[in-house]
């Protein structure tokens, strides 16, 4: 008899682990980000698609990190003296008129950092320009600190620590490229960028969930905050295959999915995979 109890345990523990979840976007999150070598992966001695450019190039000791947020490569900035500005650029097809959100990380030893979108362009024979520009600062090393700023009012973020940043970008009709620029801004100090998006801010989130035999209660998908984007309805349990679709998800958020069975063990997935790249 004891072992028939083992078999039947057995046997319940492996329906509940093939509880099969499958998350896709439309459009995949990976295929929407306009930016190329958006992790700064990929490179021979030097990151591909991105190229420095500074007016003092003597003032810059850059170099292509071996560490980063995703993977194992970020984009390096570091800023000798306040004397110049210097930035990472690369340009990107964009659509014309269309709305794109630029986002990406960020961690720096101090200083300013300016991250820019920028294009030049002729609106009825009048030269124009796209400019939009997202400045972020740490103040370790402010010219007012300690002296008059209180210490409490020091909140930098950590050297170590990946800062997000994000800007809504709305191309004017006549723009079909732009320019993306991420350095320091006449300050001194060290920066690092990594798991840069240019894309679509917004997509529809599949969501696949095959029992494979267990008996499920519930499945939630919740974002980062612990927010429910969708639970199933009370009522009988779930035994037979189904598909959720959430439209207008955040392309850049994280989601987990969960489902629970009536014995209450959960399967969960979280998209995009952890330590993926954010793509
Ligand atoms: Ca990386």
């Known amino acids: 008899m004891k072992t028939v ?33 958006p992790s700064i992966e990929d490179g021979d001695g030097e990151p591909a698609a991105w190229r420095f450019g500074t007016a003092v190039p003597e003032n810059f000791n850059n170099h292509w990190e071996n560490t980063g947020r995703t993977g194992s490569r970020s984009l390096h900035v570091s800023a000798i003296e306040k004397v110049m500005s210097g930035y ?81 970008l709305q ?24 798991d840069i998006y240019l894309g679509p801010a917004t997509t529809d989130l599949h969501v696949a969930v095959d029992p494979a035999g267990a008996q499920l209660k519930s499945v939630r998908i919740i974002d980062e905050a612990g927010t429910e984007l969708y639970v199933s309805p009370e009522g009988p349990v779930i035994i037979e295959p189904f598909e959720i679709t959430v439209e207008d998800t955040q392309t ?11 014995a209450g063990n959960e399967t969960s997935v979280a998209y995009p995979a952890p330590g993926g790249e954010v793509q």
């Open 5 to 37: 109890a083992v078999a039947f345990i057995l046997l319940a523990v492996t329906a509940a682990s093939a509880v099969e979840i499958t998350v896709t976007t439309d459009p995949p999150v990976a295929a929407a980000n306009l930016i190329a070598n």
């Open 88 to 168: 990472w650029t690369q340009a990107v097809n964009v659509q014309p008129g269309a709305s794109y959100l630029l986002a990406g990380y960020y961690r720096t030893s101090g200083g300013r950092l300016l991250i820019f979108a920028k294009a030049n362009y002729e609106r009825d024979g009048v030269a124009m320009h796209f400019d939009e520009r997202f400045y972020a600062g740490s103040k370790r090393d402010h010219w007012l600190s300690p002296v008059f700023l209180p210490p409490e009012a020091m909140t930098d973020p950590e050297v170590d620590e990946w800062v997000r940043f994000e800007k809504m």
């Open 171 to 194: 191309i004017p009709p006549e723009v079909s490229e732009i320019a993306i620029s991420m350095g320091s801004y006449f300050s001194p100090g060290e920066t690092w960028f990594d």
């Open 252 to 262: 850049q958020a994280t989601w987990s999915v969960i489902a629970t069975d009536t």
